[in-house]
């Protein structure tokens, strides 16, 4: 439950927040409880929300999370978003103590609950994670993620368009999951978390493309970000 809206569809329509707020809090805590083997370990992990609630999803709700776990002691893992690093003009992977200053209201509220959380949880680890991709099998409906858009267009012949300006990790979002147990024994702090992705867009795509051993038309743009995080830490 905390996790399937990583790579889940949304549905056009949101719950109350007075349901949302202990359906997310419960599943994190319950999720602890087994994943740690019985310590209480809070894991919140929230997708996008449409934009009128981002503030209230992305920063109050952590915030009022992390002062749960603080009332009861618990190990606060939070999942932030390579969104923090939107509108940075250096170059090659970037690290966690870059000074940040998001050019979108995503990776602005991310970066604000990061610091409301360790505020209140200065144990907390903070995971700033990639752009995830699931793949059919699971019985599940997924997201649109890089290799499913890339299936579609090999099917409809759509175009698909990138830019060799735009440098992004891609991670397997069950590989995260795996990893996130281990990551509740990291020091309190932030910390990319995630692939890191020496290539641009237009030659991921293309990499993606032939592992799948699809063909695909791409069309290129001018479009310039830089994403990437330099996972060292």
Sequence with gaps: V?????????????????IAIPVLLGAGIIHGMFASGGALLV?????????????????LL???????????????????SDQVY?????????????????????????LE???????RCPGAVALRLP????????HLPIRGNLPL?????????????????DYRGVGYVREVIENLVPAMELPGGVYNFGSGNDKDMVDTALYFAH??????????????RNLVMDGQK
């Excluded at 992990?45 to 999803?57: G, I, N, P, Q």
């Excluded at 952590?62 to 932030?80: F, I, R, T, Y």
């Excluded at 799948?212 to 479009?223: A, K, S, Y």
């Design 131 to 138: 752009w995830m991709y699931d793949l059919p099998g699971y």
């Design 2 to 18: 905390a996790l399937k809206n990583l790579f889940m569809k949304q549905s056009n329509s949101s719950l109350p927040a007075w």
């Design 211 to 224: 592992l799948l051993q699809v063909d695909v038309r791409i069309e290129e743009t001018d479009f310039v």
């Design 43 to 59: 894991v919140y992990l929230v997708a996008t929300f449409r934009d009128k609630d981002s503030f209230r999803a992305n920063v």
């Design 62 to 80: 952590p915030e009022w999370v992390a002062k749960g776990a603080e009332e009861v002691g618990a190990k606060l893992l939070s999942c932030s």
């Design 86 to 110: 939107a509108g940075v003009t250096q170059r090659g992977a970037l690290a966690e103590t870059l000074p940040l200053s998001p050019s979108n209201v995503y990776g602005q509220h991310k």
């Design 113 to 119: 609950a990061e610091a409301r959380v360790l505020a």
């Design 149 to 165: 858009n890339i299936l579609r267009a090999a099917k409809t012949g759509e175009v698909l368009r990138f830019s060799r300006n």
